[in-house]
C-alpha cells in the first residue's frame, strides 16, 4: 500500500494507468485516511492488529481474506477520472457485478447511503464494510466489494477491497464464498478453481491456488471496467520501470 | 455585504480568493460552487494552523466526499491568520454558501502580484464546462 502512495506522489502525465492487485502477509487494518486510530479500541478485535493509514478515504478494512487494488491514473487531457467519483466506481464495480453474477451470485450495486453529511462523519460505521455507498458491490445484505479514491494535481488513486471470506476478526462479515449462489448451476463457470472454491464454502481458509485465482480473476475484471473509461493497451510492467 | 463569483479570482484546481480590502493584503478564500457539486458529499475536511505558511499552488488543507480525498490549493503565498474552524463541523454550508459563508481561510499575501496570475470569473467558467 506503500508503493500505491509513492506511485501517486512520483505520477507524471505520461505514465500508463497502472492496476495492482496484491495480498498482506498477515491480517492488517488499514484505516481511512481521516478515521482516529483511538477509534479501534471499540472493536476488540482489532486492538492488536497491525495498522497501516490509507491515503484513501473510507472507513477501516481488516486485509485478511481479501484482496487489495489499486488504479492509479494519471493526470492528463483524456482523464477518466476528471469529474464526478461515481463514474470511475460505477465502470470497476459493474465489471465485478457482471463478473460475479455470470458465476451465479447475485452481485449489484448497493443504492443505500450510511453517510451523514449534516452530523458529521462519526455518524458512519467504523469498518468499511458495515457501510453503504452507492455503487459498492453487494450481496443480498454482504457488502463483498467497496473502493475509495485519493485526488492530487497529478493524478487520481483508488483503492479497493474485494472481501473473499469471512475474517476472524470481523466474523460478522460475509465475504464473496460465505454467501450464497442464486442458482447451483455451474455451467457458466469456465474455470475449475471458482468451482473448487465454491464447493469448499466450509473452509476458513483459501488455499494458495484459490487466491491466486481470485487474483488473476479480479485483474481481468479490472482491466475490463476500465476499458469502459478508456482505451488501454494492457500489459503486465515492472515497478522500477516507473519508479 | 454578499461576495457573488463574479468578484473571485480562481484557481484551476477550484479555489477561489478574495481581497475585501486591498490595504489589508489579505486574501480570503475557498473553494468554488462547481468544486462542491463536483466533490458531492464532503465529510471531512482538514485546515491548517494560523500562523502556518502557504505557497502558491502548494496544498493548504484537504477536503473528504463520500470516500475520495483531495486536496486543496492555495491561491496565493502568505501566512495563514484565520482559519474557519467551525465549518469543518457544518460542511453542507458549502453547499448552501461557497462564497461567503463557506469561507475557509484567510491568508495574509507576501506577494499580491499573485493575484494577477489568477482565473477570472469568466475564465473559469469556461474551463468548468469543458
Redesign the interface.
Known sequence: MAIDEALLQNVESDWPIVIRVYRWERPTLSL???QRIDDRIEHPLLRELPWVRR????GAIVHDQELTYSVLIPTRDDNPAK????PLYRAIHSAFVEKLRSLGWNAELSES?T????E??NT?PFLCFLRR??VDIIIGDDKIL????????RGLLQHGSFLLRRSQCTPGLNGLLDTKKKSTSLKNLRDDWIADASNHAACDTLSEDEMNGWCELAISTLKAGMSKRVEVNWKNGRLSDLI | MSITPEKLKYCNSHEWAYVADVSTGIATIGISAFAVEELTDLVFMALPKVGQTVTAGGEFGEVESVKAVSPMYSPVSGTVVDIHSALVDKLETLTVDPYNEGWIIKVKMSDPTELDRLLDWETYKKQCSH
Open positions: 481511512g485516511h481521516f491515503k484513501t478515504g473510507g469529474g464526478h467519483s461515481e447511503c453517510c451523514s453529511t449534516s458529521g462523519r458512519d455507498s452507492p467497496g473502493s475509495a479514491q485519493r485526488r492530487s494535481a
